[in-house]
């Protein structure tokens, strides 16, 4: 059954670091999607992707955060340097343009202290 | 700005009874309404969705009620069971599938026995 995974599923560390999440979307698919997950805010989109280029990015803070796509197997988002607002879940989602719905990893769940 | 309003927050229903949730949307032009299940821990996971063009969508228990005049959609749940205790999300996009969602707030659900 093909997922979408994301490392690391957890990450606690202190204020000011930079951390990394990845995210290796379903084979095939071309479109990737980053989502941000608190209880104030729900599910907020911050940035998406497709065929690796970036197409809108508009929900990400540009000053720490930064989304990219090295090849058709791995997005990396960035936080550099970390806040303690930060603290959130983080999902990956990936599709394929068309017919086929946006599937979602597991999350990262970052605690930043 | 909150383009898709979800109600309730949350819902207790007993075993073998009927949950409701609705949502409201703004823009006319989205054209996919998928709802989405979350248990604790996991990412969303498709449920159901429908399009514009038909006024209800049935798939086992769960059921999508499509109103385009009120821009309202309902997800129901028919015999409601303690496993679909779950938080429940909807969406909309704008040109199918793998496009951009903007999620509502959630419902948390919890079946009682």
């Known amino acids: 059954d093909a997922r979408v995974t994301q490392t690391p599923r957890h990450k606690v560390t202190e204020m000011g670091q930079e951390v990394t999440m990845r995210c290796q979307p379903i084979l095939g698919h071309n479109t990737v999607f980053w989502y941000r997950q608190t209880m104030m805010q729900g599910l907020e989109l911050l940035a998406y992707?497709?065929?690796?280029?970036?197409?809108?990015d508009s929900g990400m803070p540009k000053d720490r955060f930064s989304a990219e796509m090295p090849d058709a197997t791995l997005a990396t988002l960035k936080i550099q340097p970390s806040e303690p607002r930060d603290s959130a879940v983080y999902f990956c989602?990936?599709?394929?343009?068309?017919?086929?719905?946006?599937?979602f990893g597991d999350g990262t769940r970052l605690s930043i202290l | 700005q909150q383009q898709v309003k979800q109600s309730p927050q949350s819902l207790i229903v007993q075993k073998g009874g009927i949950s409701i949730i609705n949502c409201a949307y703004e823009n006319t032009a989205f054209d996919y309404f998928p709802w989405y299940q979350q248990f604790p821990g996991k990412g969303p996971a498709l449920l159901i969705a429908i399009r514009p063009d038909v006024s209800e969508k049935k798939e086992g228990r769960f059921t999508i009620s499509f109103n385009k005049s009120a821009k309202q959609f309902s997800l129901h749940i028919m015999d409601s069971q303690p496993g679909d205790s779950a938080t429940y999300f909807c969406?909309?996009?704008?040109?199918?599938?793998?496009?951009?969602?903007?999620f509502g707030t959630g419902t948390r659900l919890q079946v009682t026995l």
């Open positions: 969406a909309a996009s704008l040109t199918g599938t793998a496009s951009k969602l903007t």
């Open positions: 992707f497709r065929n690796r280029a970036p197409l809108d």
């Open positions: 989602a990936s599709g394929l343009r068309g017919n086929q719905p946006q599937h």
